[in-house]
């Protein structure tokens, strides 16, 4: 008989399985830290630094304050925690799940006209920028390129190199081993990973059928678009491995009212090992790219949240703000706020602020004190709530206080 979960026990679930039952550690070190990176399986990398780079936040959600030198610690270098690639999108994912992903490198190698035949055109390039790697050792595109950098066509303005260098990349022909103001460090494979990393690699199913127990396992409770999902894996591959796993007795089939697909129940699954708390209290901001929210259709069933970034919105047609995160009030989404921080003048800034319907009335008291912890992490001295948004006067009173 398939075990009946409660949305609301459904979302506690979630909410553990990402880190959220636990207080706040006194002082988050680099343990605090690879707890994080172990539970969630990667950090998803993204540019905007607005407030704070993405892969930075999911750990400030979790732990609190935290010096982010260690962070780079885990992710940069030779001997770092963590290697970067093409997990979700773009993330820093612990090195020993480097083998799982050998399949979708060779289906990066296949997709060679995906980028406009540039691969197959381009093949003397490719073998130089080894020869160089090779003979140099590590280096940033920019070190290496002998092109100009000239915009021109679709490419941003990337330069032969960075083109090259990009696919190379996903194909697993060069790895980044740390970036340098956010610029990749490429390298050999040989030259940033163990000879153990680079041996003969798992079959793709037994490959996918890992990534998806740990999807389950960072998730508590998921439907297969979920956990297809949180490695980007088609649909098909997903589907044999949950069946593999149920009958392994991994993941344990469960009914959640409410989570439908047209007229019929949604089926889904819970981790075996998933924590099952009778409550949640947290407190935080998520980044746009946390795991939590990242699939907008389980933000929507789990949390009945629709979020959206409006990053790319036009500033006239934008309805909460630029960089506008989602708020975690206990086991619910309960607002969002768009924040700034204002380096220069010390200030972080509450751009604007946004209760949810039928949200608590101690969301402002509950959210000030992160807000609070969020500037001592930016290193800011003072919060400026500018105005905007249904919150923003409880918000400024209770900071004000």
Known sequence: MVDVVSPALARRIALAAQGFARPLPEAAGTRALNGVVDRLGLLQIDSVNVFERS????????VGHYDRALLDRLTSGRRGRTVE??????????????PLFEFRRREFARMGSDWGGW????????AWLRSELAANGPMRASEIEHDANVRQG???????V?????????TGDVVCIER?????????????????????????????RALVALAASAQGIATEADLADYWRLKRARVKQAIAELVDAGVLLPVEVPGWTTGSKATPAWIHRDARRPRRIEAAAVLSPFDPVVWFRPRAERLFDFHYRIEI?????ERRFGYYSLPVLIDDRMVGRVDLKSDRKAGVLRVQSAWTEPD?????AARLAPVLRRAAQWQGLDDIAVMGRGDLSPALAAELAA
């Open 55 to 62: 892969h930075y936040l999911p750990a400030f959600s979790r």
């Open 85 to 98: 690639y093409w997990a979700h999108e773009a993330a820093f994912i612990p090195r020993e799940l480097w």
């Open 119 to 126: 691969v197959a055109e381009n093949r003397d390039l490719a």
């Open 154 to 160: 679709p490419w941003w303005g990337w330069s032969d």
């Open 162 to 170: 960075k083109r090259t260098l990009e696919w190379m990349f996903r």
């Open 180 to 208: 340098r103001r956010f610029e990749r460090v490429y390298a050999l494979p040989e030259q940033g990973l163990s000879a153990e990393l680079l041996a003969e690699p798992p079959a793709e199913g037994d490959a996918v």
């Open 312 to 316: 790319y919105t036009p500033e006239a």
């Open 359 to 363: 949200a608590p009335r101690e969301t």
